[in-house]
């Protein structure tokens, strides 16, 4: 299907003036269907309209990629590299929501494991009190002690620290005269998160992180910051070991390992070698490719004040790092040499040319043989002071039972174990109290203007005015429904249906809203016909994302988190969030809706999760809308940090929302201008059946 549109001003909405004095030609079709009701071209910009969001947010992300091209072109002198990395390190943490306070360790070592020229320890640690890290401590038989000492972040295996790649990482170190700790990230091997009934673990890995991450937006913190401040603290056991040499230590890991390692490497400066692999690339190729991946991964804002793939290697500079990569890996290639040509001129620059180096195996994404090796020599000739070749030889693995420090093989099955969510709950409790406060000290005014800033709403009168284009008019038993699009800034096209009686009503305007798109209740005998039958003018629209406008194919995201995961994160990463941005839609069309009528403000109805945007535009706008109906919406943020389990939660979190407001908040500024129909929990069911 292909469609024109004529271009016409919001307040020539008619049917007549819109298409310049000629009625357009009413639809063959039957106006039952859906496909009848679909407004969108085929084709849009070049592309399937279901790729709009993806063309936008690579549009966007190339712009801040140019901007911080000539931010680092400008970079040249040492102080401007040091302001540079400091400011960078100061964002980062910010970003993070912080970090902790330093506790005791109380740490443990549960058993200890023979092989052939090194030993393993078992060891159990608190990285925050009752917050237990399960490591295994690979330590040199025959090598002068103290020894240097690296950190190996494990990635995204169930197995954690048992996985065979990650164990050979820590014996090859072993059996070159280094120690290596490999560790247990959140969410793998013996460290769930969440345990049912039957103490196992309904989720793992990957998806248990963006679980935990979606009420760690909420708090204005980030999955990262566990693996973080787990690994810090790793090095602070590291560091008090007795045969250890506290002045020389590594890191490296891949795939998440790699991240963790990247984020490590940035943060911390007691690591003196570092080793990232199968991670590092840049964002404007991983959003031209793969896109955004799990929750650890995006960090708030990032884009926005410049952080990018190399700035992890560049906030350490001149500090030793290899980047290890594989030709064949998910993650881009081409951005991984585009990175480190940056990081290589940037070291040039400080005069340490030779302290940046990258190695390529020609193999698919894993710590292949080759990556091992080379991180090995890597670590050996910047912790040793000494560079010759490393080859590993054959190593025997633990057993899952050598490997396993905790009696009942997780953590969270031990006397006063905390999890992750746990200490969420906690924070939010203390949040509570201080909202509470704030929202009985600070004027309306002032508390509208924060959730203003923190959701990214801009006033009303300062939104650009979309273009209306109309497209054909169907005819149905007493009404007639026009279609449009809005254009409402670049890129960005928004279907819209305007259900209009077919004699004149002062009734007043609906706009509607609906999670599963504009036609979902648009059929003969629903809820939208009910609404014009009693002489209301309905613009039922597809905000962003919603309906029409959702992308297909994302590959990360369903079914815990929605379709759409993959977008959000684009924009959690660009520093805006999509509650904002459907926010705005919708005040657009409420405006259009209002100066296309003589009755005063509009109703907003919304259901689905489309109502936690709908709330916070009637919030931030109260004086437009004559009543706000939300029906099946999530009641409060708070509790899906309490709830732990929930579905489809992460597009509507808003980065450190729960920090000043929870939507009941906003709910009580309208007051009796709003109706709550059938409330919806954290697992998107109604609370009221």
Not at 153 to 164: L, V
Not at 414 to 434: M, T
Request: net charge negative.
């Amino acid at each position: 299907m292909t469609m024109r549109f004529s271009a016409c001003a919001v307040t020539l909405f008619a049917v007549a003036a819109l298409c310049g004095g000629q009625e357009p030609a009413a639809s063959q079709q039957a106006p039952d269907s859906k496909q009848a009701l679909a407004v969108l071209p085929e084709v849009l910009d070049g592309g399937p309209w279901q790729d709009m969001m993806k063309r936008h947010f690579l549009a966007e992300a190339a712009l801040l990629a140019q901007r911080w091209r000539a931010d680092y072109d400008a970079r040249k002198t040492a102080e401007q590299i040091a302001a540079y990395q400091a400011k960078m390190k100061a964002n980062f943490i910010d970003a993070l929501g912080g970090l902790p306070e330093r506790t005791p360790l109380n740490a443990r070592v549960t058993g200890v494991v023979q092989r052939e020229g090194y030993t393993v320890e078992k060891v159990i640690f608190e990285s925050l009190p009752g917050f237990y890290v399960t490591a295994l401590l690979f330590l040199p038989a025959d090598a002068p002690r103290p020894y240097p000492a690296v950190l190996v972040p494990c990635g995204h295996s169930d197995t954690g620290k048992a996985f065979d790649l990650y164990q050979r990482v820590g014996a090859l170190m072993a059996l070159n005269g280094m120690a290596a700790m490999v560790f247990d990230p959140i969410d793998q091997g013996e460290r769930s998160q969440y345990l049912d009934a039957n103490g196992k673990a309904p989720i793992r890995g990957t998806r248990a992180h963006t679980m935990l991450g979606v009420g760690s937006i909420l708090l204005g913190q980030n999955t990262a910051r566990f693996e973080i401040w787990d690994g810090m603290r790793a090095i602070d056991y590291l560091q008090l070991h007795p045969e250890i040499d506290p002045t020389k230590i590594g890191c490296t890991g891949n795939s998440g390992g790699g991240t963790q390692t990247a984020y490590l490497m940035a943060l911390d400066e007691r690591i003196a070698a570092a080793a990232p692999c199968c991670y590092i690339t840049t964002f404007e190729r991983l959003l031209n490719t793969i896109g955004c991946q799990d929750a650890e991964q995006n960090i708030f804002g990032q884009l926005a004040f410049g952080m990018d793939h190399a700035d992890y290697v560049m906030m350490r500079a001149p500090r030793p790092t290899l980047i290890g990569c594989a030709t064949r890996d998910f993650f881009d290639i081409g951005g991984t040499w585009e990175t480190f040509r940056r990081a290589k001129r940037l070291y040039t620059r400080m005069g340490a040319a030779e302290r940046v180096d990258i190695v390529e195996a020609d193999e698919t994404h894993g710590f292949s043989l080759h990556l091992r090796n080379g991180a090995a020599r890597w670590m050996a000739r910047w912790l040793c002071g000494r560079d010759e070749a490393v080859t590993e030889p054959n190593i025997v693995p633990l057993s899952p039972a050598e490997a396993q420090c905790t009696p009942a093989w997780q953590v969270m099955l031990l006397p006063g174990a905390r999890s992750a969510y746990d200490i969420n709950v906690e924070y939010e409790k203390q949040l509570a109290a201080r909202r509470k406060a704030l929202w009985h000290q600070e004027s309306t005014e002032t508390l509208i203007a924060r959730v203003r800033q923190i959701a990214g709403i801009r006033r009303v009168d300062k939104l650009k005015s979309p273009k209306v284009r109309l497209g054909e008019t169907l005819q149905r038993d007493g009404y007639t429904i026009e279609k449009a699009v809005l254009e409402c800034e670049s890129g960005i096209y928004l279907p819209l249906l305007r259900f209009k009686p077919a004699e004149e009503s002062s009734a007043g305007a609906v706009v509607y809203v609906n999670e599963a798109g504009k036609d979902a209740d648009a059929g003969p005998g629903g809820a939208i016909e009910a609404l014009v039958r009693a002489g209301k003018t309905v613009y039922a629209v597809d905000v962003r994302g919603i309906g029409e406008t959702k992308q297909n194919g994302q590959r990360y995201g369903a079914p815990s988190f929605g379709l759409d995961g993959q977008d959000v994160y684009a924009a959690y990463v660009m520093g805006r969030s999509y509650v904002g941005m459907r926010a705005e839609d919708i005040l657009l069309c409420a405006r259009i809706a209002g100066m296309n009528t003589e009755h005063g403000p509009v109703e907003l109805v919304a259901v689905g999760n489309v109502g936690v945007p709908a709330l916070h535009a009637a919030a931030c706008e109260p004086r437009m809308f004559s009543h706000v109906t939300i029906r099946g919406t999530l009641t409060s943020w708070s509790s899906v940090v309490h709830a732990k389990m929930h579905d489809n939660q992460l597009v509507n979190a808003v980065h450190g929302a729960l920090t000043v407001y929870d939507l009941p908040d906003l709910v009580r500024l309208l007051g009796d201008k709003i109706t709550i129909e059938q409330p919806a929990g954290p697992d998107g069911k109604p609370l009221v059946e």
